[in-house]
């Protein structure tokens, strides 16, 4: 360890602790999953609970679809093999981010239990939060914002969860919300009242 | 947009600018590509410049292949095909924490010109900055940390770079750095200096 002169800065040349990452952002780094059906409401309620964190000045990133699927997972189908490659890697890089220190949240299907656990290994448990967001199938179908259960029902989109490709349940989620009744900023509220208590941000008085 | 009174939260249901991360953390991300020989130093300068870097308050991370050929790109060789999709992974995740205002050090050999071409693109030039060191593969293979230039010479690991798989120089680097005779404080100043000029990080007065 030396000092620079110019800088005054200390020169370390080991890997930087999470911890002291945490310390900067004044925040514990976590990886909140959100698993459900299409149009259950995952991405919507990351992207709210994201915004919340950053008007309060905590650092939150989401990745979903439109960031993974365009990008890292591209060279990526729908077969049960890549879905399960899908998720695996979306781990992978959800890991780093929590490592890093940032409030992450996950929105993706994510329809196969074993894959959701193998998540959660990769991630540590601790660092885990796993959200059920299970409106029902025809809640679901019918809000189709993007019409993708339309095309499923006439088979163009053959695999379709829920249609004729199989959602698991979670057995055992941290959160189970039902956006049928809950809206989305409700439910924000619920997480992030869940990460105050974990002590993954600081909570803020009324 | 509505106001909960319980957490005097705006709720927003769009996905955040990466200037409104940027600004909680005082910095603008940006990814820092080292490319070299093995045992260029390549590891060893990005863990000075996160460290530096955390010190100052700055969020800093390293990915490299401690941490990415463990997990993300555990499923990957060393093919020339193995490595294009290796450095096209690591690109895509360094686009996201560049999106999340993280200040990012990738540290890998990345030896083919098309791949580092392929990871600017992917990343845009403008948040990329690539560093190459390049101390001859004398000195490298004097300081074989890891011995394994000597197994590579043995034979023992076959298609390693500078011994029987190519290292293409970068033509255009935005810095070139002999680590035979700048030590990783010195190299580690030049960047954060770098930093500071381009405004990525706030300038420290001496």
Redesign the interface.
Known sequence: M?E?????????????GRA??EA??GQKGVLIWFTGLSASGKS?IA??V???L??????????DG??IRH??NK?LGFSAEDRT?NIR?IA??G???V????ITCAAFISPYVADRQAARD?IGPKDFIEVYLNPSLAVCEERDPKGLYKKARAGEIPGFTGIDDPYEPPTDPQLTIDTATVT??AA??II?GLLEERGNVPA?S?
């Open positions: 030396t620079s002169k110019a800088t005054n800065i200390t020169w370390h040349e080991g890997r930087v002291e990452r900067i952002v919507t992207f709210t994201e915004h919340a950053v008007e309060r000045g905590q650092l939150a990133y989401t990745i439109d960031n990008g890292l060279n490659e890697r992978e890089v890991k780093l981010f490592d890093a220190g940032v990769v989305p900023q924000a509220a992030i803020r009324t």
